[in-house]
């Protein structure tokens, strides 16, 4: 809703962000891995109906250790009444990109310690670990 009709709020908060990304423009992108053998981190995440038809958005963020390799925001395909869901949802549309990313490191010839998805709702947590 905040990006159809902002309000004055809204303006100072985007003023602010581009200041600091106008501040930030000369630091260097650092790109690291822990180890040889190495965990990848995925943090994915969804928000409920969030946009005009109710649909969720699903974000995600995977690292090797400092910084992000890959980051993405996309609108759900599907509309859900709980929040509980939109998280699993999310999950689901993600979990491609995990199989892919661990495959795709594998194939440079690294090894995989563990591939670990951080999501911070307990429901769907434990509705994804017991089914």
């Known amino acids: 809703m905040r990006e159809q009709a902002p309000n004055e709020d809204d303006w100072g908060k985007l003023k602010r962000i581009l200041k600091y990304l106008n501040g930030m423009r000369y630091l260097k992108l650092i790109l690291s891995a822990d180890a040889m053998n190495f965990t990848i981190h995925w943090y994915i ?70 591939c670990i998805i951080f999501q911070d709702n307990m429901s769907a947590l434990s509705l994804e670990k017991k089914g």
């Not at 929040?83 to 194939?107: G, N, P, Q």
């Open 45 to 114: 995440n969804g928000s409920h109906q969030i946009h005009e038809d109710c649909r969720g958005q699903t974000g995600s963020l995977v690292t090797f250790g400092a910084g992000a390799v890959s980051s993405s925001s996309n609108k759900q395909k599907s509309n859900t009444k709980s929040s509980t869901k939109t998280k699993i949802i999310a999950l689901h549309d993600k979990l491609s990109d995990v199989i892919w990313m661990r495959y795709f490191v594998e194939c440079q010839g690294y090894t995989i310690d563990e």
